[in-house]
């Protein structure tokens, strides 16, 4: 069973550049979070879309911003770029609210 | 405020001994914990959860210890085995008032020496 996919690997974008990071869930996954690691800290929480509506948002500003498609696969996209911005976006899924999230490889965005 | 953390940032064992992974957690709202393992240039793979109504569960070489009363819990791996080597993360979340998104730790790196 394939598992969860993310593309691009890798980005660099310039300041004030917008990103769009993708992700695919597990098959039959229906919930799809969004994680941020920046360099030397712990992934923080920053979005977690289910059956296709945002459910909860972590601490960040609204130039981060989502949505998830009818197939459940989901989009996040990174307005205004700043430099620190930098870091490695990892997106999960898992079956439903209450079940294990099991996350992608991310996609490293590097911000000049 | 880091409401889990991780107070080792790493830990060597020799291989075959037990690996004994630490957690503590301040939010007391959290009720359901998780361990993950992540290696260089990959995703978090998820190892084992316990939920605040237990106090153990094992998986294996892996077992998960809940001290809900020092807002603790710890990560036993035995026998380590050279594959173990990766950066171990603990992660909490409070299910009760449907709040499933996941507050991680800063992690440990653990180092299995032959």
């Known amino acids: 069973e394939a598992g969860v996919t993310q593309s691009p690997t890798h980005l660099i974008k310039t300041r004030g550049q917008q990103a769009t990071l993708r992700c695919s869930p597990i098959s039959g996954h229906t919930s799809v979070y969004w994680y941020q690691q920046a360099l030397g800290l712990g992934l923080q929480f920053l979005l977690w879309y289910d059956e296709g509506e945002e459910r909860n948002r972590g601490n960040f500003p609204p130039r981060f911003s989502g949505r998830q498609f009818p197939n459940y696969s989901s989009e996040l996209n990174v307005n205004a770029l700043e430099l620190e911005d930098s870091a490695l976006y990892l997106c999960?899924?898992?079956?439903?609210?209450?079940?294990?999230?099991?996350f992608g490889p991310g996609t490293r965005l590097l911000v000049l | 405020d880091q409401q889990v953390k991780q107070n080792s940032p790493s830990l060597s064992v020799q291989e075959g001994r037990i690996s004994i992974l630490n957690c503590d957690y301040t939010?007391?709202?959290?009720?359901?914990f998780l361990w993950y393992k992540k290696y260089p240039a990959e995703g978090p793979t998820f190892l084992i959860s316990i939920s605040s109504i237990k106090d153990k569960n094992e998986d294996g070489r892996f077992t998960v210890f809940l001290n809900k009363s020092a807002k603790h819990l710890s990560l036993h791996i035995v026998p380590s085995q050279p594959g173990d080597s990766a950066v171990y993360f603990c992660?909490?979340?409070?299910?009760?008032?449907?709040?499933?998104?996941?507050?991680f730790g800063t992690g440990t790196r653990l180092t299995i020496i032959p």
């Open positions: 999960a899924s898992s079956l439903g609210r209450f079940e294990t999230q099991y």
């Open positions: 992660a909490a979340s409070d299910r009760d008032f449907g709040n499933e998104k996941l507050t």
């Open positions: 939010n007391s709202m959290f009720d359901y």
